[in-house]
């Protein structure tokens, strides 16, 4: 891989392993919503408690479309999706723009990456504040979503130099 010289060395395991958290956290959380959907008195793992309760928030109208769509499409619009299904969609998209070297390729992950921290943020702070929960699915993916940032920042910056290097 001489082409990736200049990437930082563990920033491809780093995407992967964040990934393929990120993936498996989405997907869990999924699973809890449409079993809880499916059965109301389902206790899933991450329900330690009243207020630590990861169903009680996948379940909650900021479950779906970060509880916004829902004020411009109908709550069961195919648009209005779980936000877990918005993190398989997001990770998997992390993970195969991690191939390109491309500078368009890396602009896109950066981007990407500030609207899932500005996202977890807002659900971070609709979490404490407003639902008064504890999420420990939730607050794992916002750890990774800060540090896919991070790292894509680095890899922005590393191709950025590639390129003029060669240019």
Known sequence: MAAAQGLPRWEPTARIVLGLLGLVLSVYALHVELSRERDPEYRAMCDLGESVSCS??????WGRGFGLVQFFVAKDSVLNQ??????ILFYTLQMGLGLSLSKKAALALVICSWVSVAGSLYLASILAFVLGDFCMVCVSTYVINFALLYTNLKRRKAIEGMKKKTG
């Open 82 to 87: 779980p936000n877990s299904v918005l993190g």
């Open 56 to 61: 009680k928030v996948f379940t909650s109208r």
